[in-house]
T-cell receptor
Framework: DAKTTQPNSMESNEEEPVHLPCNHS???????IHWYRQLPSQGPEYVIH???SNVNNRMASLAIAEDRKSSTLILHRATLRDAAVYYC???????????FGGGTRLMVKP | GAVVSQHPSWVICKSGTSVKIECRSL??????MFWYRQFPKQSLMLMAT?????????EQGVEKDKFLINHASLTLSTLTVTSAHPEDSSFYIC?????????FGPGTRLTVT
């Protein structure tokens, strides 16, 4: 699977939007972009995924660059419960194992 | 959504003993499950792929005789850490794919004393 690059950590204020970037310059045409997050002492949970078009769901939005070499996870209003490590992962098949990079640790300040 | 459970959620064992961790898909069938290990402040590392009815596939550097995996049914995979040592202390997490998502268990924290 192609590699992704994310900032180690980011800070946000509660109730404000958060934009979490991910670079994946070696993405292949069949790679989906997946985002998972891991709250402290828990297993990861699915956030969102996309291929080419921007995606929205109840948790977040995913903005994908036109050349697909980068993407941004958008949390529209950060809450304290959103404090977690966010992982951007490329995979051709969600049924397959996921390769986790370092992720971005998001800290939310009240 | 689909749910994956793990049991136990935490376990403390003495060095040299074996520990079994169960991973169950509660409302869907999973022919394939994955086992990960996570050390403090590190990311998840895939240990092995568990295949129902056949042998598990282990990642490079993971000893198959030490980490025994059994996937006897479509809803249950077990990981047995044999002859555990303090360096095996870690957070073990399983996952299974369903639809377009991977569903992860809540993890099992193993402490070997």
């Amino acid at each position: 699977d192609a590699k992704t690059t994310q900032p180690n950590s980011m800070e946000s204020n509660e109730e404000e939007p958060v934009h979490l970037p991910c670079n994946h310059s070696t993405i292949s045409g069949t790679d989906y972009i997946h985002w998972y997050r891991q709250l402290p002492s828990q297993g990861p949970e699915y956030v969102i995924h996309g291929l080419t078009s921007n995606v929205n769901n109840r948790m977040a939005s995913l903005a994908i660059a036109e050349d697909r070499k980068s993407s941004t996870l958008i949390l529209h209003r950060a809450t304290l419960r959103d404090a977690a490590v966010y992982y951007c992962i490329l995979s051709q098949n969600a049924g397959n194992m996921l390769t986790f990079g370092g992720g971005t640790r998001l800290m939310v300040k009240p | 959504g689909a749910v994956v459970s793990q049991h136990p959620s935490w376990v403390i064992c003495k060095s040299g003993t074996s520990v079994k961790i169960e991973c169950r898909s509660l409302d869907f069938q999973a022919t394939t499950m994955f086992w990960y290990r996570q050390f403090p402040k590190q990311s998840l590392m895939l240990m092995a792929t568990s295949n129902e009815g056949s042998k598990a596939t282990y990642e490079q550097g993971v000893e198959k005789d030490k980490f025994l995996i059994n996937h006897a049914s479509l809803t249950l995979s077990t990981l047995t850490v044999t002859s555990a040592h303090p360096e095996d202390s870690s957070f073990y997490i399983c996952s299974a794919g369903h639809s377009y998502e991977q569903y992860f268990g809540p993890g099992t924290r193993l402490t070997v004393t």
